[in-house]
């Protein structure tokens, strides 16, 4: 269907792709800023938890080579590839999965909001963690108020300034990463399972551990895949989005996530003293001089800083897209300040019910997005009018069985679903699928001038 049936808001009306001459090489945008969010020590540091105690080290190793593929080409590779082709940020790709209406929410609001809550445990992690290396706890709420501001202000300036500050700050928890592979690396191949308690239940083994791994990566990582569409718009060419993508995650996520994995094996076979480390940083700490390992933390603490500015600029993207008439100074200090308030209360400290929120939330919007591209021939299928129900209805029904194996429900709803943030997608996926074949997608808004080119 064709025929124009509403109106087109202001947000899209006013919508202008960016223009050819404005774009730049991978290696200068997409790629490192993708990389510093996995070089920030939260998301490193928290892997070997995820499956080295119950499948061992080849089977974690390998969730982690298949969590770092599915999140390329599930969940970046497309809205790369839209947001290439179109110049278009995601909340005006957005509109022809979910319409013209339904796309101010989803993905627009909803993704300015779900990143405020990013920011606010990234500022409470990093200004509890700075507090604690300086010796000063009365710090950390003068230093959530300094780092979230900061964060929101780099963000404003827009991706390339995000770039800038991570060019240098990532070459931190780098440094760390190497220092821990050659401390403990060496002893990795000597580490065993450790024998389970008696009457403990059954874990799966390496099958558990290789679904854990890739749960807890793409359950990460699913905003910043969707968000694939706003590197996609400063990419020049089709290669660009690819080397990005697969530099800036696959190799990023594989190196970080790897290395960690590997040096908490090493530390656990290495001595009987470190038979029970949880993280790399907890093997550095008894290993290291109590200065050494301060200065350390306060390292990897600045080197999460590109991570905040991530979420900011996401935010930002969404809230000029759908409310351009208001100063993005003022809706993003807005949710900067929240931000600060979640930190400083400590609610932003929930991090298994933040990450499973969010990785629940975008599976299904990164898997409905790559169907409807695929529907489409391979490109852009223009806004659709007001609220489109094939979209609605994957996103729902993709969101429940992603939201089922969350802590944040009451344990007698809380149902085991193997990596739950992929089978949201799929199941988005899917459901946009036969919804479109059943004739459940609203009409398609016609475009005239720059617009218009998008979708050819």
């Known amino acids: 269907m064709n025929q124009n049936t509403s109106q087109l808001p202001a947000y899209l009306a006013n919508a202008s792709p960016n223009p050819k001459d404005k774009r730049a090489p991978w290696y200068s945008n997409t790629a490192p800023t993708y990389a510093g969010i996995f070089l920030w020590f939260v998301f490193w540091d928290s892997m070997a938890g995820n499956g080295l105690a119950t499948g061992g080290l080849g089977s974690t190793l390998l969730g982690i080579v298949l969590g770092a593929v599915i ?69 950390f709420i003068p230093l959530c108020v300094i780092w979230a501001l900061g964060a929101a202000f780099v963000g404003l300036k827009g991706i390339q300034y995000v770039a800038k500050v991570a060019t240098f700050l990532p ?14 690396g060496g002893s990795a ?23 854990v791994m890739i749960a807890a990566i793409v359950g990460f990582f699913a905003t910043a895949g969707a968000a694939g569409v706003d590197f996609g718009t400063n990419s020049r060419d089709r290669k660009d989005v690819q080397m ?27 001595s009987p003293d470190l038979a029970n480390v949880a993280t790399m940083t907890d093997a550095l700490q008894k290993v290291l001089g109590k200065e050494v390992f301060a200065a350390i933390m306060i390292g990897l603490t600045l080197a999460s800083f590109p991570g905040a500015c991530f979420s900011s600029l996401i935010a930002a993207n969404s809230f000029k897209t759908v409310m351009p008439q208001i100063n993005p100074f003022v809706t993003v200090g807005i949710g900067a ?20 929120l969010i990785g629940a939330s975008f599976g299904p919007i990164c898997g409905a997005m790559a169907v409807d591209y695929l529907l489409a021939g391979g490109k852009w299928a223009g ?45 988005g996926a899917v459901v946009y699928f036969v919804s479109a074949k059943m004739g459940l997608q609203s009409a398609t808004v016609p475009l005239t001038g720059k617009l218009a080119e998008a979708t050819k």
């Open 71 to 139: 999140s390329y080409f599930f969940f970046y590779l497309v809205p790369g590839l839209l947001g290439l082709r179109t110049g278009l940020p995601l909340y005006v790709v957005g509109t022809s999965t979910f319409g013209t209406v339904g796309g101010l929410i989803m993905p627009g609001f909803f993704m300015g909001l779900l990143q405020f809550g990013w920011l606010g445990v990234n500022t409470w992690g990093s200004a509890g963690a700075l507090a604690k290396g300086f010796g000063m706890p009365s710090l």
């Open 383 to 427: 806004p659709r009018a007001g609220f489109n129900p094939a979209g609605w209805i994957a996103w729902a029904l993709g969101f429940i069985v992603g939201i089922l194996p969350n802590g944040m429900l009451p344990v007698a709803m809380q149902v085991n679903i193997p990596c739950a943030p992929v089978a949201a997608f799929i199941v």
């Open 189 to 211: 191949a000597n580490y065993t399972i450790p024998a389970p308690a008696a009457g403990a239940a059954a874990t799966g083994g390496g099958l558990n551990a290789i679904l």
């Open 171 to 184: 070459l931190i928890p780098l440094v760390v990463l190497i220092i821990g592979m050659a401390k403990f």
């Open 337 to 356: 300040i929240v931000s600060m308030l979640l930190a400083i209360t400590g609610a932003a400290g929930n991090l298994g019910g933040v990450f499973g």
């Open 244 to 270: 990005g993508g697969i530099v800036g995650i696959v190799i990023a996520i594989i190196f970080t996530a790897g290395i960690s994995v590997i040096a908490v094996a090493g530390a656990r076979a290495s």
